[in-house]
């Protein structure tokens, strides 16, 4: 494995954030939908595997596959350009306006949304052969974790309110951490491993990832599941887009540009 020093790994991800912000409308646009319709079959891959087998960590231990396989193709989410795309603006690199990011982030969200919506209808017409059926035992299963992340939340108010932005925040440190450390090597085993660890944690916690939730609560909606799209969006869909851009940039885009871009004099010993 070739390591990567964080040094030259961090200003990789500045050179990536520059590089989104200039990416045409088509390119951004299809390689966001790929990555919104890919983490939907991951997510629904996961909860089957653990809905089948009984064990929760199977489901999570396998879930990574589907960001990797997104992240080597180099697709985008908007959890990955909340970190990388505000790092180049700090940076001043020319060019790079505030504009140029909420575009960027605008077409990467609409892409992410667009893959997972049209991955919950595959997977839903499957699941009841065309409708024709109730979809059984996983249909169930989404329907009630659909409920329970969004009315369950609405149940306990502002508090509610606060835990999803919290469980969006700890998702994206993790799930950032896996983007930063594909980046610490070029051996694709070495990326995948890096990767692999901080996004499995994520989903065996239960924290909250705004893609994910692209993809389960329409899916859930369909399957029968009691909400509203009004009570998705107040009660999941907001706070927990805003959680994973608090986390992404504030605990690892941040800390990392600052420590080894834009370091500090070293101390000097009298």
């Not at 605008?106 to 839903?124: H, W």
């Amino acid at each position: 494995m070739a390591y990567i020093e964080p040094s030259e790994f961090v200003t990789k991800m500045v050179d990536a954030g520059e590089q989104k912000v200039f990416m045409s409308t088509k390119d951004t646009f299809i390689r966001a939908f790929m990555a919104g319709a890919i983490l939907g079959l991951a997510a629904v891959f996961a909860i089957t595997v653990a809905t089948k087998t009984g064990s929760p960590i199977l489901g999570a231990v396998l879930f990574p596959v589907g960001f990797i396989m997104l992240y080597l193709m180099k697709f985008d989410l908007l959890t990955g350009v909340f970190t990388l795309v505000p790092l180049a603006w700090l940076d001043k690199r020319a060019g790079v306006t505030f504009n140029g990011i909420m575009r960027n982030w605008g077409l990467v969200f609409i892409g992410n949304f667009a893959g997972a919506l049209t991955t919950a209808f595959f997977m839903s017409f499957i699941l009841t052969y065309g409708y024709a059926t109730d979809g059984g035992l996983l249909a169930e299963k989404v329907a009630t974790i659909g409920e329970s992340r969004t009315v369950g939340y609405q149940a306990h108010g502002l508090g509610g309110w606060f835990t999803i932005f919290i469980r969006g925040m700890l998702c994206n440190w993790m799930v950032s951490m896996g983007v930063v450390g594909a980046m610490i090597s070029t051996s694709a085993g070495a990326k995948m491993a890096a990767m692999w660890m901080p996004v499995m944690l994520f989903f065996f916690m239960g924290f909250e990832h705004s893609i994910v939730n692209m993809f389960l609560f329409p899916f859930s909606m369909i399957m029968g599941g009691e909400f509203t799209v009004s009570e998705y969006l107040i009660w999941n869909e907001i706070p927990t887009a805003l959680g994973n851009l608090f986390g992404g940039l504030c605990l690892v885009g941040l800390p990392l540009y600052l420590t080894h871009v834009k370091t500090s004099p070293e101390r000097k010993v009298a």
